[in-house]
């Protein structure tokens, strides 16, 4: 997945329309003081595509998204997977009371709805071929991991990998292949022994 635009309006500190062009970017770095909005950039390329954030820690809280004068508020991510070019948009309203919910969501591929509202995260897993939890854990790390990554100990990192990376399964795998070795040997010998 290459990110090549992405329209905030309404979300988090962005009140007003913004864009962040990417197209002819091959590497980018978002520099800026604390508070400008660095984070929310990322924030949105993410909740565009899964509908939440990680580090709001509930992926059913969508109230942060939202600009906290804003009613309405709009994110819009064209992609490209390969050599297609995809739209992703979530429409985000604040009702009288306050609460804060997702409207008109939609994936789109040359114009044509691909998938809309609450099927547009499971669309988007399936194109990607990355969860919710494999992309933020290997795509877009969040600033606390990063940090804690940066001041561990080389064991500590290592772990931290094996986290993001989701690569303990292995060991689970290795470890269930020996024991199913093993019972497999042990049939062997008792068939040996009986003949």
């Not at 795998?173 to 040997?185: I, P, Q, S």
């Amino acid at each position: 997945m290459r990110p090549v635009r992405l329209e905030l309006d309404g979300f988090g500190s962005f009140r007003q329309p913004s864009t962040v062009d990417f197209t002819d970017a091959d590497f980018f770095a978002l520099v800026g003081p604390t508070g400008s909005g660095k984070s929310t950039v990322v924030d949105a390329i993410v909740f565009a595509l899964y509908g939440s954030v990680p580090r709001w820690d509930d992926r059913r809280a969508v109230g942060w998204a939202l600009a906290p004068t804003a009613t309405r508020g709009v994110v819009t991510l064209s992609f490209d997977v390969g050599a297609d070019r995809y739209v992703v948009a979530r429409e985000l309203r604040r009702s009288a009371q306050g609460r804060v919910t997702v409207k008109n969501a939609r994936l789109e591929h040359g114009g044509a709805v691909l998938a809309a509202d609450g099927e547009v995260s499971g669309a988007v897993e399936k194109l990607l071929g990355l969860s919710y939890d494999h992309f933020v854990r290997c795509v877009i790390l969040p600033q606390g991991d990063f940090a804690r990554f940066l001041h561990s100990s080389p064991k500590e990192r290592q772990d931290t990998l094996v986290d993001l990376l989701g690569i303990r399964i292995y060991r689970e795998v290795a470890t269930r292949a020996r024991a199913e070795e093993a019972a497999a040997r042990q049939r062997a010998e008792y068939a040996a022994h009986r003949l």
